[in-house]
């Protein structure tokens, strides 16, 4: 599918032709459409026009996107990348200063601690809209085998390709993800965007003051644009709104969309790590189940791990006060020791070392590679946390809006799929835009829009709610759902009816 | 010399995965994964048993068989679960930390014999000396995989006869069994529930006791109180008996012996016409006078049976000693 659609320049290039002859003929030939959008339509035709004779505000643009985020830039970066989007007028608004994200240089032997884990559909978006080339490769890894088990029976998933019957596919990439930290992403994405040909509008260190509906004036009728007042007191009447900014999503609230879901009442609790010497072994990502979450170690360049580990509030609070070394004998006890030891370990303040070197030695567990090799150290100021909720928007679209990313649907992140879900909506999102500019649409009306809603909502609610079970099945210590989960997984294991195999190609493909 | 041997046990059970990948049958058994260990196949803990289950029925007094059925039936849940519960206690940890034995050297029982009369070590020893056992009655354990697990069961097993000290219940087949219930109640072990099966074979007045007095005391103190394998025994045997019951949360059970010495007066009174000695004093233990002074055919032959059983017991432990 993929290869089909998001080969920009190619499709563009074949239909180039055609498509200015629909352009040109729309108004006649596809009349309903004409009259549909009509006012619109108009609009566009003598866009500049109006927009430099107009009272001074607001100004007029085609897609307003709010918030600077990694999704966010990636649609700035998408929009003007794709040919058939890219005269368009953007600008994007961004509360935070993007100056030292732009001017980023990485610190020798440190890495920071959000990091992001990107699937390959979206490495190659990232590629096709020129971010890919600005990050620097040798602090992105790459893994291609996982380590899933459960802390409460050991059954145990090996994404491992070497272990797995007929071995490696040499024709097809395994790769599963690529680790990138996330100011290394967005720093790539500026730069992309700073490649531009049409430069968006940049504002950042604004604030959106509020978002109203515009008014009737004397030549445009601007009573269903979405007007944004920043705290400047500029404004911004876009022909389309696009809400990239977060679970908390202003635009959302001004489109009266309901957004559903629950809080985990979990905090996931981040740092990172440098580690015993692993080159003995592939890089791997693992995670461990355990009632009060997942604990997961993701790998980076060299010596430095990730850790993201979702658990209460309470515990995420005791983490962050102990002293360093009691905090990484913790999480190195977190892949090692029964849920019965971690649980009384969370109620140490102190002798966490002693008491899991005592514990360790009479505890059976596996040894690298199916657990992570031991962390030494803990980096400076690396601890941070913040709160776990299941939310999904009622609908991404309304008249001249649209919500992508976490505006939409804020999963949790035990699959690291929250990023990848927003790209996997810009791509989706500006495909749609693109087409209804080929059709003469306008791109902020709901015809434009909807390919990307139908497209979309059903896949992220499938992961959204397959998260969530995995959330809830994983939450009980006992009872007779422990017994079928590691059943299920044991079987996934043993590559039954080929399953397991399904699911690497699947996850390297995807 | 307790550090070297952990030291070696871990190196041991470190090396248990990669011997085990094997197929484990009889003829391919793995290394013991701590000294005296028998790791056994599937089949081999289910006939071991069931073979145990059969004897100890057929003869309580089989103590070795009762331990075996304890170590075969604990694996692999309950026994993790009672390590567990250990685990989660600070006292219980410690325990675990230090692996305590109870033994008559670790315990100085002239010592015990000197304390206050109402401390657990005093009680202790008391209850030993008039039941005539001793701490070194204990057998290893050699039929739990894990090491720390097999550890759990020796100590239930030796702090056993603290539990008699605590609820001052007689090792006669009725007060065992009382005990053995609220063992069950208390750590879940599957052996001590099966044990409550023997009920089936004692006399029909002793079961009646037993299903009116005993099982509902032995099932509601047992849930109630804190786990009995969480008390550091060596550390409490100056304290007061009243006190720890307080503490673990048990009732006194109506003394055993009190209870069995007024039934049997009852029963002879109900076949003698004489209406004497209705009185006899309740709830205090008769003194050797007045069981003297009352003691009729049946009773003295009963007290006889019991002096035999007592020898019986005592031979049997010096065998398994042996």
Not at chain 1, 232 to 255: C, E, H, K
Not at chain 1, 467 to 495: A, C
Not at chain 2, 78 to 101: E, K, N, S, V, Y
Not at chain 2, 278 to 288: K, V
Request: proline share 6%.
């Amino acid at each position: 599918m993929w290869h089909e659609n998001i080969d920009h320049a190619n499709v563009i290039n074949r239909t180039k032709t055609t498509m200015r002859q629909t352009l040109l003929r729309l108004p006649t030939r596809n009349s309903v459409w004409a009259f549909r959008a009509s006012r619109p339509a108009q609009i566009a035709s003598t866009r500049r026009s109006f927009a430099s004779e107009a009272s001074p505000s607001p100004e007029v643009y085609d897609v307003v996107v709010v918030g600077g985020g990694p999704v966010g830039l990636t649609l700035a970066a998408s929009l003007g990348a794709a040919r058939t989007t890219s005269h368009l007028k953007v600008a994007l608004i961004e509360g935070m200063d993007l100056a030292p994200i732009r001017n980023w240089s990485p610190k020798p032997d440190y890495f920071a601690n959000r990091i992001v884990s990107l699937i390959p559909s979206t490495v190659r978006l990232l590629k096709e809209i020129g971010a890919w080339k600005h990050i620097q490769q040798n602090r992105v890894q790459s893994y291609d085998g996982m380590q899933v088990w459960d802390g409460m029976t050991g059954a145990r998933v090996e994404f491992d390709w070497n272990k797995l019957w007929g071995g490696k596919d040499e024709q097809t990439d395994t790769t599963i993800a690529h680790m990138v930290e996330n100011i290394h992403l967005s720093h790539g994405l500026l730069k992309a965007i700073g490649d531009l040909a049409v430069q968006p509008t940049m504002i950042d260190k604004t604030k959106v003051e509020r978002i109203q509906y515009g008014e009737m004036t004397g030549q445009l009728d601007m009573r269903d644009w979405p007007v944004v007042t920043l705290s400047t007191g500029q404004q911004l009447a876009a022909r389309l709104l696009i809400g990239a900014d977060g679970g908390n999503s202003p635009v959302r609230t001004f489109a009266g969309i309901e957004s559903r879901g629950w809080d985990y009442d979990r905090h996931s609790m981040v740092a990172t790590f440098k580690i015993e010497d692993d080159s003995a072994f592939p890089k791997f990502a693992y995670q461990r189940f355990l009632p009060s979450g997942p604990v997961a170690i993701l790998p980076l360049p060299g010596n430095f791990a990730n850790l993201a580990w979702s658990t209460t509030p309470e515990k995420v609070t005791h983490l962050k006060s102990l002293a360093p070394e009691d905090f990484v004998a913790m999480v190195n006890a977190a892949f090692r020791l029964s849920y019965t030891d971690i649980d009384y370990l969370h109620n140490l303040k102190s002798g966490v070392v002693e008491e899991t070197k005592w514990r360790e030695s009479v505890t059976q567990h596996p040894d690298p590679p199916q657990i992570p090799v031991r962390i030494t150290e803990v980096l400076d100021g690396t601890r941070a946390s913040f709160p776990l909720k299941m939310r999904h928007a009622d609908k991404y679209i309304a008249e001249r809006i649209a919500l992508v990313g976490d505006a939409a649907h804020t999963i949790h992140p035990m699959a690291g799929q929250g990023l990848n879900s927003g790209i996997g909506d810009v791509y989706s999102l500006v495909k749609s835009l693109a087409e209804g500019i080929r059709h003469g649409q306008d791109v902020g009306s709901s015809f434009t829009l909807e390919p990307f809603q139908s497209e979309r909502y059903l896949p992220n609610n499938a992961l959204l709610g397959f998260v969530d079970k995995l959330h809830t099945l994983y939450g009980f210590e006992s009872g007779p759902l422990v017994p079928l989960r590691s059943l299920g997984v044991e079987i996934i294991n043993r590559d039954w009816f080929g399953l397991k195999r399904f699911l690497m190609s699947q996850a390297a493909k995807s | 010399m307790a550090a070297s041997t952990t030291c070696l046990r871990c190196l041991r059970s470190r090396a248990l995965p990669a011997a085990s990948n094997r197929a484990f049958s009889v003829l391919n058994r793995p290394p013991p994964n701590y000294p005296g260990h028998v790791p056994l196949t599937g089949p081999e803990r289910l006939f071991l048993a069931a073979g145990s289950a059969l004897m100890s029925f057929i003869d309580p007094r089989r103590g070795d068989m009762i331990a075996l059925l304890g170590e075969t039936t604990a694996q692999p849940f309950f026994i993790t679960r009672l390590r567990d519960t250990m685990l989660r206690h600070p006292t219980g940890r410690r325990i675990l930390r230090a692996r305590p034995r109870i033994t008559s050297q670790s315990l100085s029982l002239p010592r015990l014999r000197s304390l206050p009369p109402n401390t657990i070590g005093a009680t202790y020893v008391a209850w030993l000396d008039r039941e005539g056992v001793s701490p070194d009655t204990r057998a290893d354990v050699r039929y739990i995989d894990d090491e720390e697990c097999a550890y759990v069961m020796q100590r239930y097993r030796e702090c056993h006869d603290f539990y008699h000290a605590i609820t001052g219940l007689p090792i006669v087949r009725e007060g065992e069994i009382a005990l053995k219930a609220f063992e069950f109640a208390n750590t879940g072990l599957p052996m001590t529930g099966l044990s409550v099966f023997s009920a089936l074979t004692v006399k029909a007045d002793e079961r009646e006791r037993l299903l009116k007095v005993y099982l509902p005391w032995a099932v509601r103190n047992g849930m109630q109180a804190e786990s009995v394998l969480n008390v550091y025994w060596e550390e409490e045997l100056e304290t007061d008996v009243g006190e720890m019951r307080e503490r673990l949360g048990i009732e006194v059970p109506p003394d055993l012996r009190t209870a069995r010495a007024e039934a049997r007066r009852r029963k002879r009174d109900g076949k003698t016409t004489t209406t004497t000695a209705t009185t006899a004093a309740a709830g205090t233990a008769p003194t050797g006078d007045e069981t003297a002074k009352v003691e009729t055919e049946a009773e003295r032959a009963e007290r006889e049976q019991l002096e035999i059983e007592r020898k019986a017991m005592e031979i049997l432990e010096q065998a398994d000693k042996m």
